[in-house]
Every structure is written in structure tokens, then in C-alpha cells.
């Protein structure tokens, strides 16, 4: 937090000094028609103070409709670096009665700004404000009410291999999933390299043309993962590839572009993308498929036309990412089935349909429910970061960030829906998941919201199963008592009863095993109750929660002779 408001600080007095320093001041005939051009190396350069810093934290609103279009040239010029040479052009519109308007526009410290064109509007002072990280052009504004203007902006910047991710979501959250913009293979640029507005519009939206080499693949995403970029147009010249993008709803763009391998297929309309460097993995494709299609036949369908996946060294960390509309980004050396599971299940549970932290809890019980495996199951059970003073309840809704937290929004919470699955049987929770998606398309649900589906839709009370393990931080701790067996006309009468410690009322597996053979019963415990089996072979262990249903406390131990396995 102290590294964010410095930052916030820095860029707050940054902007001010404009007011500050001296400025270019460009004197012109007032008529708005002509074109106005400043030669970047005549703009003068300030560095960041303390001053101002109040009046721009409260003046961070613009009342000007924007629209940005950039293009950019990517050439590499070595395995060393590459260059980029852009144009960003702003077409805007003054919809306040004051003519005077104000535009910044963050950028790394090795963009070097060419020349700036001005028609139809007046660029009246222009600065270019310094600090540690990334530079600031200030641009004033004399554009009259409801009418508009173009600004254009030409830039150039030279970028080395391994180095250092910067963006301006990561200067204010001091953390990026990203750890190279470039490493000889992948190119990752954020909206710093675009020349990223740092105020607030009353209407934006923008257009990105790349040209990149021969063979480069790529996309754009939104950084923070709140906007959509949609590719409008793919095509190649004899010098390279043409890659065209458009948004109306994202400020941070994030261009993923580089020398991939694609790996493509077709699934009953949906188109699969896997983006790779180096060679190929065609396993993959089949592993995606194959998840594309569980999870489609318990939700109704994949929700969007393509699902692009990107293998990418330049990763902060060894874990994956989703972005809106399908698309997923994997550290190459975190390949586990179960990771892209996960990912994958995010373009129901977090873009399609929304419910705040619970996405992960929902994207990890469908990863666990599709690997269909005991091991995982048990991994899952038996991680120590479920054990929590918290309640699902408080870590869904409250600021709670630790690793406890952690565990228990994607596995104790995970966990709890295939409980739920346990109580409802599958065609009912399968059917209150797809209600779910239904209700919660394009909106954010709570837990509240939750129940009311599933209670809607199974037409059963159950506020006592939420109650249980969302609002408490308790897990069932069951015990076998009484245990009694009978040898009888060739058969064998074992019965016993199953104390739950915990005192919650649940459905249980319970499994009786010989040498010959296994018998399962499902008992309801509310509390307590009482078991019995009738078999041919004396019984040789009992086993609570055989399928690893619910979360409980694990245990081994003897009753008269007979083992007991609580899993």
C-alpha cells in the first residue's frame, strides 16, 4: 500500500507541474483549421515535485469525448532488442462549456515523442513531466464546445531483450503477472507503450493497428481484465502481418505478440487456439478438447466462438490466467492438466456470469469434478490452508488476503459445491449451476444469490447447508460407537452408530469391506445415527465418506478389532 501511494503521489504532482514549470507555449492566429506542429525535442522536461498534489487528485475528470487510434510497427532488430515505431492519434470532442481542456499520456522512459500535429483544436501548452519510472506529455487544449479536434502523435522506442515489465496498472499496484516485456521470442506491451491517458473521459474508445513480422501471432487483452478487445481484421503484406483490434470498454490494452507456433481445432463451432514458442505440443489440444466438452455437457456450451491459449515464458509467476472472451495465459512450466482446468472454467464462472471471489471457488470445484480423481480429491481435502479462522462467508465478502484465505476460497469452498452435488444428486445441482450462469450473465452475484438459485431451482429449503459450511468455520468430525457383530444363519449383521462431534446434518457414504467384496450405504447423520449391514463375509474395515465427498477431520482407528478409515 505505501508503494501505491507513492505512486499515486508521483503522478499526481507530475501531471500538476505543468502548471509549475515552464511550459511551451504555442502562439498561433486562432484558427482552429490550421495544422500545428511541435518538434518533440523542443518540448521542455520537468521533474516530478510534492506540489499540487491535492488539486489533481480531485481533478482527474475530463469532459471530452475520446477516441484513440494507434498503430504500431514492430520490428526486431536483433535477439538483443526490437524497435517500435507508433502513431497514436486522438480524435476528440469538447462537451463542457470551458474551451480549455487537459489530455496526459503516461509512457516508459524509452519512448522517445516525435513530432505532435495539432488541427482543429489548439494545443495551447505542452510539457513533458519526468520520473523514475515513466514519463508524462502534458497536453492543453483550446477546443470550443461540441466541436473536434485531432491529435497526432508520433513516437519511436527501442526495446531490450529481458527487459523489465512496466505498466501502468503495475507502477500502481506494485505487482504484474508479467516479468519481461521482451525476451527474444514474446513481446509483451502494455498501455504505457501506447501512450496511455491518465484521465477520466466522459466517453473513449479505441483502435489498435499492429504490423508485426512474418509468422508473429498474436493478441490484446485488457491488463486488469475489465474490457474486451476484439480482433476486427488479419491479414499479411510482403512485409509482415497486419493485426487490427478494436474496444469500446478497455483503458489498459496489453499486447501479447511474438514468434508462435499455433496449434488450431475445430470443436462443434468453437474454434481452439494454442499459442506456443518453440515445439509443438499437440497434446494439448487434446487435453483443452477434452475439457471444452465435459464442461460443456453440464453447462450448456462453451459461451464464446474461440478459446486461445498462450504458453508464455515471460510470466511473473508459474501459474495461469484468464481473460474476458476466452482467453488464457499459462507459464510453459506449469503444464498440469488441473491448472488448465482451472483457467478454462473461467469463461463461465468470471466472465460469462460473475460472483466475486466465488469465481475461483466455482472454477476449481468444475477443475476438480473433470480430472475425476481420487488423488486430486484428496489433495485437495487434506491441503493445511482450508484450516482457517475464517468462514467462507467472511473471505467471499470481506478484504481477507492471506494463504489461509487463499485455501479456503479455492479449496475448502470447491469442496463444499461437490457437497452440495452430494445433497442434490447431479441432474438438480447440474441444473442449478447452468440457472446460475442464466441469472448472473452480465452481473455479479453473492452468495445470497447463490442459494436462492439452488433453493429455486431444487425447490428445497437449504438455508441448514449453508448455514453449516458457509457461515461456520466447522467441518463434520464423525465417530463409530456401539459397534456390534453377529454371526447368523451363515450371515453376518454388522451395526454401529456414526456420532458426528461437529453435530451437522448431511448425507454420508458409508462402506463396509470384505474379503470378497464391497457393500456402500448412503445414511443421513443429523447428529447421530444408527447403521447396520447384513452380508455373507466377515467384515474387515469400515470406511465413512468413501468418494471423498465432503471435507471432514480425516482419521484411522480400531473399534473392537475392526478398522475404521474416515476419509
Known amino acids: 500500500m505505501k508503494m501505491r501511494r507513492i505512486f499515486i503521489t508521483l503522478i499526481c504532482i507530475g501531471i500538476i507541474l505543468f502548471f509549475t514549470f515552464k511550459n511551451v507555449t ?32 480531485t481533478h482527474n475528470f475530463s469532459k471530452l469525448e475520446v477516441r484513440s487510434y494507434i498503430e504500431l510497427t ?15 492519434i486522438l480524435t476528440v470532442k469538447n462537451v463542457r462549456e470551458s474551451d480549455t481542456s487537459r489530455i496526459s499520456l503516461i509512457f516508459p522512459k524509452r519512448v522517445v515523442i516525435g513530432n505532435i500535429t495539432a488541427k482543429g483544436c489548439f494545443i495551447k501548452n505542452v510539457s513533458i513531466v519526468t520520473m523514475p519510472q515513466a514519463n508524462i506529455l ?6 470550443p464546445k461540441d466541436k473536434i479536434g485531432n491529435i497526432t502523435i508520433e513516437y519511436h522506442a527501442e526495446v531490450m531483450r529481458f527487459e523489465p515489465f512496466v505498466s501502468y496498472i503495475e507502477m500502481r499496484e506494485s505487482w504484474s503477472i508479467f516479468r519481461t516485456t521482451y525476451d527474444g521470442n514474446e513481446l509483451v506491451l502494455s498501455s504505457m507503450w501506447l501512450l496511455r491517458e ?11 493497428r499492429l504490423k508485426v513480422p512474418k509468422g508473429w501471432e498474436g493478441v490484446v487483452i485488457d491488463e486488469k481484465g475489465e474490457g474486451f478487445w476484439e480482433v476486427i481484421y488479419k491479414g499479411s503484406t510482403r512485409e509482415g502481418n497486419i493485426l487490427v483490434y478494436s474496444s469500446k470498454n478497455s483503458r489498459d490494452p496489453l499486447i501479447i505478440v511474438g514468434n508462435f507456433s499455433l496449434i488450431r481445432k475445430n470443436l462443434s463451432g ?12 499437440e497434446d494439448v489440444v487434446y487435453v483443452v478438447s477434452k475439457i471444452v466438452r465435459s464442461y460443456s455437457r453440464i453447462l450448456g456450451g462453451y459461451p464464446y466462438s474461440s478459446l486461445k491459449i498462450f504458453y508464455l515464458e515471460s510470466l511473473n509467476t508459474k501459474a495461469g490466467f484468464e481473460f474476458p472472451q476466452g482467453v488464457i495465459l499459462i507459464h510453459p512450466k506449469r503444464n498440469e492438466t488441473l491448472l488448465l482446468a482451472h483457467e478454462i472454467a473461467h469463461s463461465w464462472f468470471g466472465d460469462y456470469a460473475s460472483f466475486g471471489r466465488m469465481d475461483e471457488t466455482l472454477a476449481n470445484y468444475l477443475a476438480i469434478m473433470s480430472m475425476n480423481s481420487y488423488e486430486v480429491l484428496n489433495f485437495v481435502e487434506h491441503s493445511p490452508l482450508i484450516n482457517s479462522t475464517y468462514t467462507l462467508a467472511q ?40 440457472e446460475l450462469l442464466r441469472e448472473c450473465h452480465g ?29 461456520t468455520t466447522k467441518v463434520p468430525n464423525y465417530k463409530i460407537e456401539n459397534l456390534s457383530l453377529v454371526q447368523k444363519n451363515g450371515k453376518y449383521i454388522v451395526s454401529f452408530d456414526i456420532i458426528d ?30 447403521v447396520s449391514f447384513e452380508i455373507n463375509d466377515k467384515p474387515l474395515k469400515i470406511i465413512l465418506d468413501p468418494n471423498e465427498w465432503m471435507i471432514n477431520e480425516n482419521k484411522e482407528y480400531s473399534v473392537d478389532g475392526m478398522k475404521v478409515i474416515v476419509n
Not at 452481473?443 to 453449516?468: A, H, P, R
Request: aromatic content about 14%; proline content about 2%; charged content about 25%.
Open 443 to 471: 452481473k455479479e452475484c453473492n452468495l445470497t444469490d447463490v442459494q436462492d438459485i439452488f433453493e429455486k431451482v431444487s425447490g428445497q429449503d437449504l438455508d441448514w447447508f449453508f448455514k453449516e459450511w458457509f457461515y
Open 138 to 143: 502534458v497536453l492543453v487544449l483550446k477546443i
Open 26 to 57: 504555442i502562439h498561433d492566429n486562432n484558427n482552429l483549421e490550421n495544422f500545428q506542429i511541435i518538434d518533440g525535442k523542443d518540448i521542455p522536461k520537468s521533474n516530478a515535485s510534492f506540489h499540487g498534489v491535492t488539486y489533481l487528485t
Open 501 to 530: 462431534k461437529s453435530n451437522f446434518t448431511m448425507p454420508l457414504e458409508v462402506e463396509i469391506i470384505t474379503s470378497k467384496e464391497k457393500f456402500v450405504k448412503k445414511v443421513w447423520i443429523k447428529g447421530k445415527a444408527k
Open 395 to 434: 473471505v467471499y465478502t470481506e478484504d481477507v488476503f492471506n494463504p489461509h484465505a487463499e485455501g479456503m476460497v479455492y479449496y475448502k469452498g470447491a469442496f463444499v459445491f461437490r457437497s452440495l452435488q452430494f445433497v442434490l444428486g447431479n441432474e438438480i445441482f447440474f441444473k442449478g449451476l447452468r
Open 74 to 88: 514492430i520490428n526486431p532488430s536483433s535477439q538483443k532488442s526490437l524497435e517500435v515505431d507508433g502513431k497514436k
Open 198 to 208: 491518465l484521465e477520466t473521459f466522459e466517453s473513449y474508445e479505441s483502435q489498435i
Open 270 to 281: 468453437i474454434t481452439i487456439n494454442v499459442y506456443q514458442v518453440g515445439r509443438k505440443r
